[in-house]
């Protein structure tokens, strides 16, 4: 993000009324949160409901790749069997990557609507605060410069950009997208890591090494994106990488369990 | 969607999309800037450096926004040197505020031609996108419609405006105070920072896809055509009080006036009643648009259409139609399509005008006279007009027609109040209350009775305590947003339910043989008084039923419910005074 859009941001937090880092704990609830930001019925930004049924504060996280898992163990089937992301410490995500939850972010991402998220940016960023250790800085999984110069922002730098609101950390450029990418979405997992090998390298001189960064995306799936920024941040020295997402997927035995 | 500045030496300065691409006079740019920008942006700096230019070398600007040499007034033949335009959008830029970039004039070696293959698209492409206001997003879909590649869509449309049949518009536009989005003319939008300064996404027509400042609308200049060979065939004859009105319609279509209001008594058939006008105007060459708030309410009116006029082509476009961008002379949509046209209509017709989403909408209001062409004409059909319109009728600025009596030349049924306590509390419902109970009963027995409620919570409950209070009977129930809807409206036209509750989705458009109407709650504050008058108008309308009751269950005689009867009164005396009535 460079400094122009950042401060873009900043003044955008500000001037919404959202809460800087020191004030965290004092906030008046703004005029645009007073409604739940998922459904729209009950009280925002985010309703007990809707956060029950997709944040689901009575699972777990799978520590190696963030999906939701029963609270009762640590790691999911996949990452159990030694086929999840290698290169991070820990991955924590929010919310169930499905329903009100997806749509919120296709919303975000798809329609034209970043600043949705500083309905939930308050509550995300105490909760990444609960869930992960403490960091040098945020970095934010980078978009190819065509890609932003077509949307006009990159999600995960506009969250990471909340957190550094929200928390003091301070923001890193540590990322550059170098190849662009066809989209994951059609593709199987193998298929993931290979399209995105060489795809992102660190950026030079941003004074990773020896520190622990925050590594921030809207979704994770199979990890392969994270996977290959954190490579590409390892390589440059980085010491702690620690994901974090807003949405991820569940464990497919508690599918259709969790109502 | 990136504009670039190009150059060549006929037409100056100009603002494209795909600078390659070669223009139907043979003539090409000679080079381009890059990096592109938003079109709102460019326009912006065009225009500074119009201005910059030498004042003695006259610069126009055009219709599509170039910026043209006409040489220094006097004399003519001069060469303007290669490097004055683009020296004045350089200089344009640097002093437009906007975020430094590496600008750079890249020259066109080779141009390109449209590819034959997409050549033969040209025509189909011209006759979907006539009278028409497409976004982006609405491009790439009309291109997968035509099997088109996203590109080549853009370029059919940038063809299009290099010929003068459309122009590229941006989607929103800064206004003294804020932004105005071009489709729907809304100022509520949500700004945000982006790589140019601040973006602006428009709130208020999403329903149609996002649209943010970033982004250019095409906007058609031309009228849709009435080229088929079509017969206007009615169906069943019109009665006397029908033909009066069609004949008021003929004539208002005839003449000067602008605008008009057909105020029809439920269930009088107006809609067959503007069906000679509309054949007038479709032989005139009037490209007609029937226009409707619901989906059912379209759906509804198409298959009369179709019936009555064979050989034309009546698309029907609405958010679930999957075909989204058809060609056709008389167009029926729901009336956020409308938003998709741009002055294309001599002839709007708008059925039932003051049901929602028009009350209280003036996103919509505005997005019908941007889709009427100058000096076209809007027909307003309600059975209960707003007060704004009846207004504009007293003072003669609408024309007021009246169709009060139905066809079967039958009065309309007459509520009656029944005074009904609700039994309320956090416990629910447990049991219909006997008088509620007695009143079903003796309407069960002459005809399926439309119980309206006025939540969508209530619907489940009360299907759940009439079944046990009545075994005997089929009820069921519906509501906007249920999955079967279609289904049990299917069952219900059938004659298959004694009782069907529904809330308000049902109050309109819907004819049921022999219904009876009961209206629970009715002084509750969404039933207003044009929403009553609706569900009384589900009884009695077809000639084997002519009567039907009404019945308005509440706990005291509201406002609404006083007037809503005596409405309804007004009509039928209109109606007797007017021999209408047997």
């Known amino acids: 993000m460079n400094s122009l859009l950042r401060s873009g941001w900043e003044r955008l937090w500000r001037d919404r009324g959202l809460p800087e880092a020191k004030a965290l704990a004092r906030s008046l609830i703004y005029q645009d949160d007073r409604v739940c930001v998922l459904c729209g019925a009950a009280a925002g930004p985010l309703c007990v409901d809707c956060r029950k049924a997709y944040l689901h504060p009575e699972l777990g996280r799978c520590s190696n790749c963030g999906k939701l898992i029963a609270s009762s163990v640590s790691l999911c089937t996949d990452c159990q069997l030694g086929k999840g992301p290698r290169h991070l410490d820990r991955v924590a995500a929010w919310g169930h990557y499905a329903g009100l939850w997806k749509d919120f972010i296709w919303q975000v991402k798809f329609q034209g609507r970043p600043r949705l998220l500083a309905s939930v940016g308050k509550d995300f960023a105490l909760w990444a605060l609960d869930r992960l250790p403490p960091a040098d800085g945020v970095i934010p999984v980078p978009i190819h410069p065509e890609r932003l110069a077509e949307r006009g922002f990159n999600q995960a730098e506009v969250l990471?950009?909340?957190?550094?609101?929200?928390?003091?950390?301070?923001?890193?450029?540590?990322?550059?997208?170098?190849?662009?990418?066809?989209?994951?979405?059609?593709?199987?997992?193998?298929?993931?890591?290979?399209?995105?090998?060489?795809?992102?390298?660190?950026?030079?001189?941003?004074?990773?090494?020896?520190?622990?960064?925050?590594?921030?995306?809207?979704?994770?799936?199979?990890?392969?994106?994270?996977?290959?920024?954190?490579?590409?941040?390892?390589?440059?020295?980085?010491?702690?990488?620690?994901?974090?997402?807003?949405?991820?997927?569940?464990?497919?035995?508690?599918?259709?369990?969790?109502? | 969607m990136k504009f670039f500045f190009t150059y060549d030496p006929d037409y100056a300065l100009r603002l494209s999309p795909c600078p390659e691409l070669d223009r139907p006079d043979g003539t090409r740019a000679l080079a381009f800037l890059t990096p592109g920008l938003p079109l709102g942006l460019a326009r912006v700096v065009l225009e500074n450096a119009r201005r910059q230019v030498r004042p003695n070398w006259l610069a126009r600007c055009g219709l599509d926004g170039a910026v043209r040499?006409?040489?220094?007034?006097?004399?003519?033949?001069?060469?303007?040197?290669?490097?004055?335009?683009?020296?004045?959008?350089?200089?344009?830029?640097?002093?437009?505020?906007?975020?430094?970039?590496?600008?750079?004039?890249?020259?066109?070696?080779?141009?390109?031609?449209?590819?034959?293959?997409?050549?033969?698209?040209?025509?189909?492409?011209?006759?979907?996108?006539?009278?028409?206001?497409?976004?982006?997003?609405?491009?790439?879909?009309?291109?997968?419609?035509?099997?088109?590649?996203?590109?080549?869509?853009?370029?059919?449309?940038?063809?299009?405006?290099?010929?003068?049949?459309?122009?590229?518009?941006?989607?929103?536009?800064?206004?003294?105070?804020?932004?105005?989005?071009?489709?729907?003319?809304?100022?509520?939008?949500?700004?945000?920072?982006?790589?140019?300064?601040?973006?602006?996404?428009?709130l208020s027509c999403t329903c149609l896809g996002s649209l943010t400042s970033r982004q250019a609308l095409y906007r058609d200049r031309r009228r849709i055509l009435v080229s088929s060979a079509f017969r206007f065939q009615p169906v069943g004859e019109l009665n006397s009080a029908q033909a009066a009105a069609a004949e008021q319609l003929l004539d208002f279509m005839r003449g000067k006036e602008s605008e008009a209001l057909l105020w029809a008594a439920c269930g009088a058939g107006k809609t067959e009643v503007c069906f000679p006008a509309i054949a007038w105007a479709l032989s005139q060459g009037r490209a007609v648009l029937f226009a409707a708030p619901r989906q059912d309410v379209v759906h509804d009116v198409a298959p009369r259409l179709a019936a009555a006029f064979p050989g034309l082509s009546a698309p029907v476009l609405t958010g679930a139609s999957s075909r989204r961008f058809a060609a056709g002379e008389l167009v029926l949509a729901t009336t956020h399509q409308v938003l998709r046209f741009h002055q294309a209509f001599e002839v709007i017709i708008l059925d039932e005008m003051d049901a929602f989403p028009y009350a209280g909408g003036p996103m919509l209001a505005w997005g019908l006279q941007r889709a009427l062409a100058p000096g076209g004409k809007i027909l307003y059909l309600s059975a209960t007009p707003a007060p704004e319109i009846l207004q504009r009728a007293r003072r003669g600025a609408c024309r007021l027609i009246r169709l009060p009596a139905r066809y079967h030349r039958r009065p309309l049924p007459v509520p009656r109040w029944v005074k009904l306590t609700m039994p309320w509390g956090a416990a629910g419902l447990s049991q219909c209350p006997p008088a509620l109970a007695a009143e079903l009963e003796k309407l069960v027995a002459h005809g399926p009775v439309l119980l309206f409620v006025p939540e969508i919570p209530w619907v489940e409950r009360w299907v759940a305590v009439l079944r046990q209070t009545f075994p005997a009977w089929r009820i069921d129930g519906s509501w906007s947003a249920d999955g079967d809807r279609q289904a049990k409206t299917a069952r219900l036209r059938r004659g298959e339910y004694e009782i069907f509750i529904t809330t308000s989705i049902l109050e309109r458009g819907v004819t049921i043989r022999g219904a009876q109407v009961l209206v629970l709650a009715a002084d509750h504050a969404v039933f207003g008084l044009r929403g009553l008058v609706q569900m009384a108008g589900r009884a009695g309308r077809t000639a084997d039923f002519p009567g039907g009751e009404v019945v308005f269950a509440a706990d005291r005689r509201s406002r609404a419910v006083v007037e809503a009867i005596r409405w309804i009164e007004e009509q039928n005396r209109l109606a007797a005074a007017e021999g209408l009535l047997d």
């Open chain 2, 69 to 202: 040499r006409l040489g220094p007034a006097g004399r003519s033949g001069m060469e303007w040197s290669q490097r004055e335009p683009r020296a004045a959008v350089l200089r344009a830029l640097a002093a437009s505020g906007l975020p430094a970039r590496e600008w750079a004039w890249q020259e066109i070696r080779e141009s390109r031609d449209l590819a034959p293959e997409l050549l033969v698209k040209e025509e189909v492409f011209s006759t979907r996108v006539r009278g028409r206001q497409l976004s982006e997003g609405d491009l790439t879909r009309l291109g997968r419609e035509l099997g088109l590649l996203e590109e080549d869509v853009l370029r059919l449309a940038e063809l299009a405006v290099q010929s003068g049949a459309g122009e590229w518009v941006p989607a929103l536009v800064r206004e003294t105070a804020g932004w105005r989005c071009q489709r729907c003319g809304s100022k509520q939008v949500e700004e945000w920072p982006d790589d140019w300064g601040t973006a602006a996404t428009c």
């Open chain 1, 160 to 259: 990471a950009s909340l957190l550094h609101w929200q928390l003091g950390l301070p923001l890193v450029e540590g990322l550059v997208r170098v190849r662009a990418t066809p989209p994951q979405v059609k593709l199987n997992r193998q298929e993931r890591l290979h399209n995105l090998r060489g795809a992102f390298q660190a950026a030079r001189g941003s004074g990773l090494a020896g520190r622990s960064f925050w590594l921030v995306d809207d979704v994770i799936t199979t990890g392969a994106t994270l996977e290959a920024c954190a490579e590409a941040l390892r390589s440059a020295g980085a010491a702690e990488i620690y994901g974090l997402c807003l949405a991820a997927g569940m464990e497919k035995m508690l599918v259709g369990l969790e109502n």
